[in-house]
């Protein structure tokens, strides 16, 4: 009778040799209970109402890689495109993001009108006055074998608005952009 029991405690003990057996993630792996931790590139789409961008991060041995090419963004937004570089946090399956100001200043859009009784030239100028950033927060499927993960985010900048009528300057308005979008995504290739 103790023989049976013995053994199959010995196959119980085989079995889960390992860390993490007991129904959670190996060690070191930062609450992944993927092979390869949290390693690999990751890849979203950001959507959001008249917004639509891609975000892409890299991690390596743990941690975000300082490849500029691995960890970027590119959101079109109001008939703009902007870009930056994406900084990531994982850690035990939240994804933190933050969207570094964009690298492209938006092009100024002038609108121009002639009043047609006195002539008068009314010019409305709308330029950037900090470059769009943001953040995003999103959920990693600890379940899912290709690390899918989904959240929200912000895109946020400031625009001046400025009136000219007939050569002076009227009016000069501030204009904060604030876009919310999901966001979507994948770890796209394991790393190590």
């Known amino acids: 009778m103790k023989r049976p029991i013995v053994l199959l405690m010995l196959a119980f003990t085989a079995a889960t040799v390992h860390a993490g057996s007991f129904g959670g993630p190996p060690p070191f792996q930062n ?3 993927l092979t390869s931790g949290v390693n690999g590139n990751y890849q979203a789409s950001a959507r959001g109402s008249n917004l639509s961008g891609i975000i892409t991060f890299c991690y390596s041995a743990g941690i975000q890689t300082t490849s500029a090419t691995q960890n970027h963004w590119y959101i079109f937004y109001q008939g703009e495109v902007f870009n930056g570089w994406s900084d990531v946090a994982i850690n035990d399956g939240d994804i933190a993001g933050v969207l ?3 690298l492209t200043a938006p092009v ?3 609108t121009t009108t002639t009043d047609p009784t006195t002539g008068t030239v009314t010019t409305v100028t709308l330029a950037a006055v ?3 950033g943001g953040y995003f927060n999103a959920k990693l499927n600890n379940n899912s074998p290709t690390g899918t993960f989904k959240g929200t985010g912000v895109l946020s900048g400031v625009f001046s608005d400025t009136t000219d009528v007939g050569g002076t300057t009227t009016t ?3 204009e904060p952009i604030s876009a919310p979008y999901k966001v979507k995504g994948v770890r796209a290739a394991t790393g190590t």
């Open 31 to 33: 609450g992944s209970p």
């Open 172 to 174: 000069v308005t501030t």
């Open 108 to 110: 100024n859009r002038v």
């Open 100 to 102: 570094e100001a964009s």
């Open 130 to 132: 900090s470059n769009p």
